[in-house]
């Protein structure tokens, strides 16, 4: 009787404490819901929306758990892509503590030192799932304290909101397909590759090289990123049937300028990319 007494406490005990629920980051389009909102000074809660900056120039985010990368996609056609790297499930921060627990909240890190996004400037900035599980929200915030007695945006000094999107965004069709560029960074010890649309004129080095990315209403897409992590997180947005040619060194329509900087990486690589494009139903077809 004395074990069964001591047995229903226990019970008690776990029901009383409970256990944290987990809200982790799923991949897939996110939208921003909402200009960027600061904290008030006395509320752990977001301000009201008159205290709002102004309108965001950030549209959507595209979370790659596949490959750890994450697309920020701009209101004007920008695109801002680097690596993530998700906390330890032991370190996720809790909020929206109620009687049987708390929620913990997913975190990935972004690889950027600061974001500019309209007038904010984000340092280290961090994608959080915020509480409670439902609905499903993300916030864009700088690295710093989380959570707590409150929310993703507690101790934050600007917040973004995001909410799964009505459609996944996929790069546009073109109807020359696309064309592939890479090179290997010496100084970075690291490959280097470049997405553009396809036409009948030949590409600059200055143009190919230009570390700036951009998706226009219009369909034109230029896109550089370094790794192959990075590389494949591009081809998984391919659109349907798409066609990629990879230009080497020799490969029409290669000019001796761009001869003089192209290079294919190790044949292995090469086909790897080439089954996994095949598996997307896609074509990649290598000229060199």
Request: aromatic fraction near 8%.
């Amino acid at each position: 009787m004395k074990g069964l007494r001591q047995w229903g406490i226990s019970l008690m005990l776990v029901a009383l404490t409970g256990c944290d629920r987990r809200a982790p980051i799923a991949a897939g389009t996110y939208e921003v819901a909402g200009a960027t909102l600061r904290p008030t000074a006395t509320s752990p809660q977001l301000a009201s929306a008159s205290e709002a900056t102004e309108p965001q120039a950030l549209a959507t985010v595209f979370v790659d758990r596949d490959n750890a990368v994450t697309w920020l996609h701009f209101t004007d056609g920008r695109v801002s892509i680097a690596g993530h790297t998700s906390w330890s499930a032991d370190t996720w921060p809790k909020g929206c503590p109620a009687n049987l627990g708390s929620t913990r909240m997913e975190v990935l890190a972004l690889w950027w030192e600061t974001l500019a996004i309209g007038a904010v400037t984000v340092r280290d900035p961090i994608l959080v799932r915020d509480c409670p599980p439902e609905p499903i929200t993300l916030v864009l915030r700088e690295a710093g304290k989380i959570g707590g007695s409150g929310t993703a945006c507690t101790g934050a000094e600007t917040c973004t909101p995001l909410i799964p999107a009505s459609e996944d965004r996929r790069l546009p069709a073109s109807m020359k397909g696309y064309e592939l560029y890479s090179w290997h960074d010496t100084a970075k010890d690291a490959w280097i590759y470049t997405l553009i649309t396809g036409t009948n004129r030949n590409k600059t080095w200055d143009e190919i090289s230009a570390p700036e990315n951009e998706i226009r209403a219009e369909g034109w897409v230029k896109i550089t990123v370094t790794g192959t992590a990075m590389l494949r997180s591009v081809m998984g947005r391919f659109p349907e049937g798409a066609e990629v040619f990879w230009i080497g060194p020799r490969g029409s329509p290669a000019t001796v300028e761009l001869a003089d900087h192209l290079a294919l990486p190790d044949a292995r690589t090469v086909r790897t990319l080439r089954a996994y494009v095949r598996r997307l139903d896609c074509q990649l077809y290598v000229n060199d």
